[in-house]
């Protein structure tokens, strides 16, 4: 027993240091064949001992399949944001403004400006208790979890200069490669690529499942020590020590004895951010001493003694070739433009966007036209000037079509919509191929092999006209085709077999209503338990669903209004998929039965969802907003005073967390 004890300490101890030579510093000494060994090795005592269980493990790091709903926690010290800056002129103001409120002597740390999502860390007694996001900057999410999954940051510190408490800041982030391979493979399977790094990193961080997570290739770099008993006094040693203790800090922090070096340092980046390995928007310059820090102090939203320059966003100058109009999963007109292949902040760009007919207009667009791009914080770069001093003599202008490009059909546009739309919904052949798209897609019914070009095959061959036609595929209908062998049929038509077991809420997702996302079904299949009665609901009953309002309800309508839509959902019942929520099984009582309730704070013992789960359970309904139907009010911490007021002019009954859950209770028992 000892032994073993002593081995999975020593193991946990090797595998941290690896991680550390591998995702810190760079440079492994053993190879990943070694490594998973010795995982392996810890793996297998911690199962067949789970007495010596440590969430802190380095084999805990890969998530699990739990969804979780993120608890909020508040920050001991507040997160505040940086007053920006564009211009050199700005920081010109900044350096006389800090001489003039402090006679002490002191130098700037000059930072790069991570493009992620900033975190959080809590460290007890050398191990990792919580990581929060930014939040309001007074609490955020504990998202514990799922940054466990961040191999370069340290779940435990062996060295002994640590704090008993400290907390430390910085950004997480996902590097451009590891970003441009998993938009590949996502592409490949269907699903929708992220625009940029940073939403993804913002949009992992966020996701309910931390295996997926894992699965992820985010990075952290930390940028601040905060604490009362910080190992030294200026920014700089503090964050050296961080360094020390496993932290990944960038190497590219440089003092500055004055404004001047600043300049130096912001041209340097501002024309090499390319080659790093990971997006930056601006540097960060802050005030090195802590005595000065403080003398300095802050403002409401931000320190006195630091602050950021944003770089400009990046353009180029090419020509315009010509412009191609797209037609969405939902019908919606998108002019693209062709252009020159030039280089804008490290990438080729061939194409860009014109959102919309006003666009082409106010840009006064002709073929041929030198036009500026501008990355943005899309996919593709936008065009936001023209030349026209370099227009060519003889041009055409650019004229928004009239007729759908790939059906033929007259568009339309809605009065005070922006963009043009082909009505043809149930012919165009882009917009049946992308609500099929959409319906295997992994976040929908998750069909496996089932990328674009498939679809467009299986299209072009007239097997599949919509979603349900899956569902009558055939081997022999298929084989022959080009690039389906037979083992990739096979593959398609059991993962086609396997969708019928996917939950309600994402069937109603895949069915690709407008506005009708993955939240939006979640909330509905909650509220309403099947197809059918969703189909016989009214629009008032629809309304009660937790953030459905007017447009989600009309949309829901307008679609079952139409009938080969119901056809499509009648075929798919009939091939079995799940029209029934399982969340009718979870009903545990009706205690709560006809109660209106309405749910308002923060709570102790699970967060506002769980809350509301808890109600619908038994049988009540949660309501939004207090009336005199309303039966009761559960008020948890920091209940607004609006609400507070309003109850209690109604005289309506006020329940505390605890005496919410007695009520359960009482009539479970
Ligand atoms: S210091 C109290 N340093 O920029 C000052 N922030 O508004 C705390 N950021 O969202 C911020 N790189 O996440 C600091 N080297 C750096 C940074 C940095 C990126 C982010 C930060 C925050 C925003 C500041």
């Known amino acids: 027993m000892e032994e ?21 510093l760079n440079e492994p000494v053993i190879s990943d064949q070694e490594f998973d060994h010795l995982m392996k090795e810890l793996e297998t005592l911690e199962s067949d001992f789970p007495e010596y269980y440590d969430a802190l493990s380095p084999s805990q790091r890969v998530g699990n399949d739990i969804s979780q709903e993120f608890v909020q926690r508040d920050h001991k010290f507040a997160m505040l944001s940086l007053g920006n800056t564009y211009s ?154 961080a360094r020390d203790w496993g932290f990944k800090v960038s190497q590219h922090m440089e003092q500055a004895s004055n404004i001047e070096s600043v300049y130096k340092y912001i041209d ?24 000065v820090q403080e003398e300095l102090g802050f403002t409401a939203k931000s320190p006195r003694w630091a602050i950021s320059y944003k770089f400009p966003a990046d353009q180029a100058e090419t020509i315009l070739d010509s412009v191609d109009f797209q037609v969405g999963r939902t019908g919606a007109i998108t002019p693209v433009a062709n252009l020159q292949a030039v280089l ?16 082409i207009q106010q840009l006064d667009l002709f073929l041929g036209d030198t036009v500026l791009i501008e990355k943005g914080g899309e996919i593709i770069p936008k065009i936001v000037g023209v030349k026209k001093d370099k227009r060519p003599i003889i041009a055409m202008q650019v004229q928004f079509i009239k007729y759908c490009p790939e059906c033929k059909t007259k568009l339309v546009k809605i009065s005070g919509k922006a963009k043009h739309y082909c009505p043809n919904a149930g012919q165009c052949p882009p917009q049946i191929k992308g609500r099929i798209e959409h319906f295997v897609s992994r976040k929908a019914m ?22 349900a036609d899956l569902y009558t595929l055939k081997v022999e209908d298929m084989l022959g085709l080009p690039g389906l062998g037979k083992k990739s049929i096979l593959h398609l038509l059991d993962s ?33 338990f099947s197809m059918e009665e969703l189909l016989a609901s009214s629009k008032e009953r629809l309304l009660e669903i937790e953030e459905v309002g007017d447009k989600i309800a009309d949309s829901f309508l307008i679609h079952i209004s139409i009938p080969e839509n119901l056809e499509i959902i009648q075929r798919l ?93 009482d009539k479970n028992s």
């Open 4 to 24: 073993t004890a002593t081995r999975i300490k020593e193991l946990r101890g090797i595998l941290n240091r690896h991680n550390h030579l591998y995702y810190v």
């Open 88 to 241: 050199k002129e700005d920081l010109a103001d900044f350096d006389i403004r800090i001489k003039k409120l402090t006679e002490n002597q002191f130098s700037y740390i000059c930072e790069l400006k991570f493009d992620g999502v900033a975190i959080s860390l809590t460290y007890q007694n050398g191990r990792l208790a919580y990581a929060t996001t930014r939040g309001d900057g007074i609490r955020g999410d504990d998202v514990t979890n799922n940054v466990k999954t961040i191999k370069s940051i340290p779940l435990v510190i062996r060295d002994k200069g640590v704090p008993e408490y400290f907390e430390i800041r910085g950004e997480i982030l996902m590097p451009r490669d590891g970003f441009e391979k998993m938009n590949q493979e996502r592409i490949a399977n269907g699903e929708i690529a992220f625009a940029n790094p940073r939403n993804s990193a913002s949009g992992t961080i966020k996701m309910l499942n931390s295996k997926e997570v894992a699965r992820r290739p985010l990075d952290c770099y930390l940028y601040l020590l905060a604490g009362e008993k910080l190992p030294a006094n200026t920014h700089i040693e503090n964050l050296k020590h």
């Open 268 to 291: 340097y980046w501002q024309s090499e951010k390319s080659t790093l390995p990971f997006d930056i928007d601006g540097i960060v310059i802050k005030v090195n001493e802590t005595e």
């Open 344 to 359: 804008l902040a490290g990438t080729t760009v061939k194409r860009a966007s014109i959102h919309n007919e006003d666009q």
């Open 446 to 467: 998750n069909i496996d092999g089932f990328g674009t070009e498939t679809v467009d095959l299986l299209f072009q061959q007239g097997l599949i006209r919509n979603v």
């Open 496 to 528: 086609i077999q396997k969708s019928k077991i996917v939950p309600f809420q994402r069937v109603l997702f895949a069915l690709g209503i407008r506005f009708i996302g993955e939240t939006v079904a979640k909330k509905m299949a909650r509220s309403i």
């Open 573 to 665: 019942t009939d091939h079995k998929l799940q029209m029934e929520s399982d969340m009718r099984n979870t009903s545990l009582s009706e205690v709560l039965k006809e109660k209106s309730i309405v749910v308002s704070g923060v709570f102790e013992s699970m967060s506002r969802n769980e809350l509301k789960q808890l109600i619908e359970h038994h049988g009540g309904k949660n309501i939004s907003s207090i009336s005199k139907n309303t039966s009761y009010i559960v008020a948890g911490k920091n209940m607004g005073p609006i609400k507070l007021e309003k109850a209690n002019n109604l005289g309506i009954k006020i329940l505390t967390e605890q005496e919410f859950l007695d009520i359960l209770e």
